[in-house]
């Protein structure tokens, strides 16, 4: 096994919930933890890179089991000589361990206690503070109790939350995440998870059937910034992402990047709103 930036086969390591990528995002190798391994999620993005996504939540998780495998891969990863057999040059530093699985991470019953775990086996090889504990998440359950304790966990220990939004309308959440949360439970759950620790907007921009997002699409979008900016809700930044990998979705030959100028224009429209960005 050597890993690239595009390998993100969640079997590489040949484990259920614990699985290496050399990745974009984190600039380096990071380990992630997959709840979802039975492709299950509430949301169907039409960017979607899951193959064979279904509908539906996280199943019951083996926590022993996810302990025991990270424990081991973190101790493989660590051990002397697994980065050159296994990653290219330049990008050999272990990053982080995210939440970033085949489907919606919160949607675990368990999600609290998967971040225990997760911390425990950072504690344990000195590793909270020295890396990032990620959650990738479409946010949609993060009013609920359980999940509210996994954020303050995570904050607790170096944790960030990348927090989906790909559009502030309710038709643009629908086309494009093919989500019924709204935009308005959608603000307030992106309240919460930034209350409850260090969150980033997590923003994807494409073009469907060639056309980019409308004028009133953006707009909407950048009324939400400047109500997040105007409201004092912590929000670190927007990650703004472009159309980088093939769809597993129907959707997928509809779909297209926009335009490099598109995009920074976007980014600096949503600066002069308030909030830092970042472009990939
Ligand atoms: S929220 Fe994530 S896992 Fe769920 S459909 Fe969207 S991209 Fe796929």
Redesign the pocket.
Same mark, same amino acid.
């Given at each position: 096994m050597r890993l690239g930036t595009t390998d993100h086969d969640r079997d590489t390591a040949g484990l259920l919930y614990v699985y290496p990528v050399v990745s974009r995002r984190a600039g380096g190798v990071s380990v992630g933890v997959n709840l979802n391994p039975n492709n299950a999620?509430n949301?169907? @993005?039409n960017? @979607?890179?899951?193959p064979g996504?279904v509908s539906g939540n996280a199943p019951p998780i083996d926590l022993s089991r996810l302990e025991s495998e990270l424990s081991g891969f973190l101790d493989a990863v660590l051990s002397r000589g697994w980065m050159e057999e296994h990653v290219p040059e330049g990008a050999r530093t272990l990053k982080d361990v995210a939440f970033s699985g =085949?489907?919606?991470p919160t949607s675990s019953r368990q999600f609290a206690e998967a971040v225990e775990v997760v911390v425990r086996v950072l504690r344990e090889r000195d590793l909270v503070g020295r890396i990032e504990i990620v959650l990738i998440t =479409?946010g949609s359950f993060a009013h609920l109790p359980e999940v509210r304790r996994g954020l303050e966990a995570m904050r607790g220990a170096g944790g960030v939350v990348w927090f989906?939004v790909d559009s502030a309308t309710d038709a643009g959440m629908r086309a494009i =995440?093919d989500a019924r949360t709204g935009p308005e439970r959608q603000r307030r759950n992106l309240e919460i998870a930034a209350r409850a620790c260090p969150t980033w907007i997590q923003t994807l921009m494409l073009a469907i059937d060639g056309q980019a997002p409308s004028e009133a699409e953006v707009e909407a979008y950048l009324a939400l910034v400047r109500d997040l900016v105007a409201s004092e809700v912590p929000v670190e930044g927007v990650l703004l992402y472009g159309l980088a990998r093939t769809s597993h979705q129907p959707e997928a030959p509809r779909l297209s990047a926009l335009p490099r100028e598109w995009m920074e224009a976007m980014a600096e429209r949503i600066r002069a709103a308030g909030l830092p960005v970042r472009v990939s």
């Open positions: 999620c949301w169907r @993005c960017y @979607c890179q899951v996504l =085949n489907g919606e =479409n989906k =995440n």
